[in-house]
């Protein structure tokens, strides 16, 4: 049986693989499962209202009943075929094993099904029903072996990356570039992506994106976690905080993840806050690090956050778990802002200077 | 504070109010009304921020004027279970204290300042149109909008207001529902370019709000949001932001359409006899149209196959489709029984389109799968 066709080479020249009426992206790279669906988005939908016959369903509460609707009926709006993408779709394949694999062999010519997965072995039926039908099956995994890893990055994450310099950057990477590129960020595609980004910005006139610009404006700076993002944000550097939020959502981090990693630093300083503010209303002052202290800062940590809090003011520490409690519900739906627009807001907040 | 009111009407305010409290809320404040009393009159105020509602409540003695929030479930309570005709209402700004013939109930009072304004209709350009065509709009356009999907501006209804009408469109990608008529331009008002979609919900509240009404309803359309007034109640809504699909290219054009006339009430019961058979897997229900008859047919594994006839003015060339009978019954469901409406079709993979001579269009995609296999 043919081995599955991976992302790198799907992206390189999508028109060589029309969307079928079957698809399955499987693997763990988000970001290449967005642009490979993304690929077939466009190839399905075309342009104008398209975008109308586009059907998202959460593969942790679908229902097949509602998939099969969907892919029914023909489309009202766009170029005539409908697609519908079933994210996360592990369980909802471990639900409707067997009506999928009933499908696959005989889908509707309405409308192009998507699965989107974390794996898809090779031995299940459904994996060869798909092989079969012919549907089109996206890896979008990157080796996790040392020995697969080197040679899978000089096959194709060097030619991908040069590709994407030059079609979505519009600057050309040279191979040596290139290769100082992974080596600093690592085969983290999302984060590729976004550093390339800032390299074409800072490109010269000859946009061509050289390995020592590379080592001038990479420099090694890689958020690995929330905190360089809280840090920043703290420190009043809000275009660092962005930028590190940019790079957290690139890797695939979930926003409400990343508020939770903040929040945890955060209540301390509204507890440190709170804490002062009461023992002066009730007339006997009380030392900043003192009230750190009782929230549970750890020594190593204090004089920098009591630094932290004294730039944020108590005018805004007192307002922190109203932020907290509003960026929280506002991700869990209360708000029609975008996840990433939601987190931005709080930054702007904590970087301004009481 | 101090009235005396009229149990049954303040309740039906009430009642109507409360159909805009959220159910959970991170302001707890939205879980009440509020009621403002001035020396004039008895306003009641309802929001969740998204969507809200004035009424002016009838048959309120007012002795001091003030403002109270009233908690949705308590005070309903009172007024649902009290058999008094009158009630006193007093507030001290801490506790609010209900008075009947025999009764008496001290409920905790929030402060009315902290709830949100709730904007009046002060609008001088404007569409006016009777309650009656209003409530029709929403009956017949709001069931086959999208409220559960991600493109959000399908969870609305679409009002494209010009110096001679209204027309209303929802949508849910499957079925589309457009339903037109006159409505007369005050102050030149128009909707121009902008989209004006009003969230299903709101729609369904201006409904409810109507219940029965025979006067006409103003309806404002602003940049971000919309005002509709009848009769001393206004509802404000922030409309749905998005772009609208072109829905008028959803309507198939040509002269090679088929068109034949039914009647609603045989045919919806045809379909519904048809319907009984279907599954989650063949939810199809083939409608053949020729030879002076409509025959309709359903075959699943699970329930067996039907196959309903029905005598039609058409003796043409044979026409076969495919529809979901679900979105048949919707479209039949709010007209007359004895009604007639003109089915229009071209081929199995086309769009089918009813109407009626009233204004109304419904279109519904064709199922494709159930040709396969």
């Given at each position: 049986?043919?081995?599955?066709?991976?992302?790198?080479?799907?992206?390189?020249?999508?028109?060589?693989?029309?969307?079928?009426?079957?698809?399955?992206?499987?693997?763990?790279?988000?970001?290449?499962?967005?642009?490979?669906?993304?690929?077939?988005?466009?190839?399905?939908?075309?342009?104008?209202?398209?975008?109308f016959s586009?059907s998202?369903?959460?593969?942790?509460?679908?229902v097949?009943r509602d998939?099969l609707e969907e892919l029914d009926t023909v489309a009202m709006f766009?170029?005539?075929?409908r697609?519908?993408?079933?994210?996360?779709?592990?369980?909802?394949?471990?639900?409707?094993?067997?009506?999928?694999?009933?499908?696959?062999?005989?889908?509707?010519?309405a409308?192009?099904?998507?699965?989107?997965?974390?794996?898809?072995?090779?031995?299940?039926?459904?994996?060869?029903?798909?092989?079969?039908?012919?549907?089109?099956?996206?890896?979008?995994?990157?080796?996790?072996?040392?020995?697969?890893?080197?040679?899978?990055?000089?096959?194709?994450?060097?030619?991908?990356?040069?590709?994407?310099?030059?079609?979505?950057?519009?600057?050309?990477?040279?191979?040596?570039?290139?290769?100082?590129?992974?080596?600093?960020?690592?085969?983290?595609?999302?984060?590729?992506?976004?550093?390339?980004?800032?390299?074409?910005?800072?490109?010269?006139?000859?946009?061509?994106?050289?390995?020592?610009?590379?080592?001038?404006?990479?420099?090694?700076?890689?958020?690995?976690?929330?905190?360089?993002?809280?840090?920043?944000?703290?420190?009043?550097?809000?275009?660092?905080?962005?930028?590190?939020?940019?790079?957290?959502?690139?890797?695939?981090?979930?926003?409400?993840?990343?508020?939770?990693?903040?929040?945890?630093?955060?209540?301390?300083?509204?507890?440190?806050?709170?804490?002062?503010?009461?023992?002066?209303?009730?007339?006997?002052?009380?030392?900043?690090?003192?009230?750190?202290?009782?929230?549970?800062?750890?020594?190593?940590?204090?004089?920098?956050?009591?630094?932290?809090?004294?730039?944020?003011?108590?005018?805004?520490?007192?307002?922190?778990?109203?932020?907290?409690?509003?960026?929280?519900?506002?991700?869990?739906?209360?708000?029609?802002?975008?996840?990433?627009?939601?987190?931005?807001?709080?930054?702007?907040?904590?970087?301004?200077?009481? | 504070?101090?009235?005396?009111?009229?149990?049954?009407?303040?309740?039906?305010?009430?009642?109507?109010?409360?159909?805009?409290?959220?159910?959970?809320?991170?302001?707890?404040?939205?879980?009440?009304?509020?009621?403002?009393?001035?020396?004039?009159?008895?306003?009641?105020?309802?929001?969740?921020?998204?969507?809200?509602?004035?009424?002016?409540?009838?048959?309120?003695?007012?002795?001091?004027?003030?403002?109270?929030?009233?908690?949705?479930?308590?005070?309903?309570?009172?007024?649902?279970?009290?058999?008094?005709?009158?009630?006193?209402?007093?507030?001290?700004?801490?506790?609010?204290?209900?008075?009947?013939?025999?009764?008496?109930?001290?409920?905790?009072?929030?402060?009315?300042?902290?709830?949100?304004?709730?904007?009046?209709?002060?609008?001088?350009?404007?569409?006016?149109?009777?309650?009656?065509f209003m409530r029709e709009i929403v009956r017949r356009t709001v069931f086959a909008t999208d409220v559960e999907s991600?493109r959000?501006a399908l969870g609305g209804v679409l009002l494209?207001?010009?110096?001679?009408?209204?027309t209303a469109v929802g949508t849910d990608g499957r079925r589309l529902a457009k339903q037109e008529g006159?409505?007369?331009?005050?102050?030149?008002?128009?909707?121009?370019?902008?989209?004006?979609i009003v969230p299903t919900r709101a729609m369904q509240l201006i409904e409810r709000?109507?219940?029965?009404?025979?006067?006409?309803?103003?309806?404002?359309?602003?940049?971000?949001?919309?005002?509709?007034?009848?009769?001393?109640?206004?509802?404000?809504?922030?409309?749905?932001?998005?772009?609208f699909p072109?829905w008028?290219?959803v309507f198939p054009?040509?002269?090679?359409?088929?068109?034949i006339e039914l009647t609603v009430g045989p045919f919806h019961a045809a379909v519904r006899q048809a319907a009984i058979v279907t599954s989650e897997?063949r939810r199809g229900v083939e409608f053949?149209f020729?030879?002076?008859?409509v025959?309709m047919t359903a075959?699943g594994?699970?329930?067996?196959?039907s196959?309903v006839?029905l005598?039609?003015?058409?003796?043409?060339?044979?026409?076969?489709v495919s529809l979901d009978p679900r979105y048949m019954s919707d479209f039949l469901r709010v007209l007359d029984p004895e009604q007639t409406f003109v089915v229009e079709l071209?081929?199995?993979?086309s769009a089918v389109v009813c109407s009626t001579d009233d204004g109304y269009g419904y279109v519904i995609m064709p199922l494709a799968s159930d040709?396969?296999?």
């Amino acid at each position: 049986m043919a081995k599955p066709l991976h992302a790198v080479d799907y992206l390189a020249k999508p028109e060589k693989h029309p969307p079928q009426p079957v698809g399955v992206v499987f693997g763990d790279e988000p970001f290449l499962c967005k642009q490979v669906i993304l690929k077939i988005r466009s190839a399905v939908l075309g342009l104008q209202d398209g975008e109308f016959s586009l059907s998202e369903f959460d593969g942790r509460e679908a229902v097949l009943r509602d998939v099969l609707e969907e892919l029914d009926t023909v489309a009202m709006f766009g170029d005539g075929r409908r697609l519908v993408v079933v994210e996360d779709a592990d369980q909802f394949v471990t639900q409707y094993r067997s009506e999928l694999e009933d499908y696959v062999g005989s889908p509707s010519n309405a409308g192009v099904l998507v699965l989107e997965l974390k794996s898809f072995p090779a031995n299940t039926r459904l994996y060869k029903a798909s092989a079969s039908a012919n549907a089109l099956v996206v890896d979008c995994s990157v080796p996790t072996k040392d020995t697969e890893l080197a040679s899978w990055i000089a096959a194709k994450l060097i030619p991908w990356l040069t590709a994407r310099a030059k079609q979505t950057h519009r600057v050309e990477l040279p191979q040596a570039a290139a290769e100082m590129l992974i080596e600093m960020i690592g085969p983290e595609l999302g984060l590729l992506d976004q550093e390339l980004a800032k390299l074409a910005l800072a490109a010269g006139d000859d946009k061509k994106i050289s390995a020592e610009l590379v080592g001038q404006s990479v420099g090694g700076r890689r958020a690995k976690t929330a905190w360089l993002m809280l840090d920043a944000a703290l420190d009043g550097d809000t275009p660092e905080a962005v930028l590190q939020l940019g790079r957290l959502l690139a890797s695939g981090e979930e926003p409400i993840g990343i508020l939770a990693q903040v929040s945890f630093s955060l209540r301390k300083l509204a507890a440190a806050t709170r804490l002062a503010l009461q023992a002066e209303a009730a007339g006997h002052g009380v030392q900043l690090r003192s009230a750190l202290e009782q929230t549970g800062i750890r020594p190593f940590a204090l004089q920098k956050t009591e630094q932290q809090l004294k730039r944020l003011g108590r005018q805004h520490g007192s307002k922190l778990y109203g932020w907290l409690l509003q960026a929280d519900l506002d991700l869990k739906g209360v708000s029609a802002l975008a996840p990433r627009l939601i987190l931005e807001r709080l930054i702007v907040r904590l970087s301004c200077k009481g | 504070m101090k009235i005396i009111c009229e149990r049954e009407k303040l309740l039906h305010a009430f009642q109507t109010a409360a159909g805009v409290v959220p159910t959970r809320s991170p302001k707890p404040i939205l879980q009440n009304l509020k009621l403002e009393i001035s020396e004039q009159r008895a306003v009641l105020i309802g929001t969740d921020l998204e969507v809200g509602i004035r009424i002016e409540v009838p048959g309120i003695a007012i002795e001091v004027p003030g403002d109270i929030v009233l908690p949705i479930s308590r005070f309903g309570s009172i007024l649902r279970e009290s058999s008094d005709e009158k009630l006193d209402l007093q507030s001290d700004g801490r506790k609010t204290i209900v008075r009947g013939q025999r009764s008496e109930f001290q409920l905790p009072s929030e402060n009315p300042d902290e709830f949100p304004e709730v904007v009046g209709f002060e609008e001088e350009r404007y569409h006016e149109f009777p309650a009656r065509f209003m409530r029709e709009i929403v009956r017949r356009t709001v069931f086959a909008t999208d409220v559960e999907s991600s493109r959000y501006a399908l969870g609305g209804v679409l009002l494209e207001m010009t110096l001679e009408g209204i027309t209303a469109v929802g949508t849910d990608g499957r079925r589309l529902a457009k339903q037109e008529g006159p409505a007369k331009s005050v102050g030149g008002h128009e909707s121009g370019d902008t989209m004006t979609i009003v969230p299903t919900r709101a729609m369904q509240l201006i409904e409810r709000a109507l219940a029965g009404g025979e006067e006409n309803v103003q309806l404002a359309a602003r940049d971000n949001d919309v005002l509709v007034r009848s009769s001393g109640t206004t509802i404000y809504s922030r409309l749905v932001e998005g772009r609208f699909p072109k829905w008028r290219d959803v309507f198939p054009r040509g002269e090679d359409m088929v068109k034949i006339e039914l009647t609603v009430g045989p045919f919806h019961a045809a379909v519904r006899q048809a319907a009984i058979v279907t599954s989650e897997k063949r939810r199809g229900v083939e409608f053949t149209f020729g030879d002076g008859k409509v025959v309709m047919t359903a075959h699943g594994a699970e329930f067996g196959e039907s196959h309903v006839e029905l005598p039609v003015a058409y003796d043409g060339t044979e026409m076969s489709v495919s529809l979901d009978p679900r979105y048949m019954s919707d479209f039949l469901r709010v007209l007359d029984p004895e009604q007639t409406f003109v089915v229009e079709l071209n081929n199995n993979s086309s769009a089918v389109v009813c109407s009626t001579d009233d204004g109304y269009g419904y279109v519904i995609m064709p199922l494709a799968s159930d040709k396969k296999s």
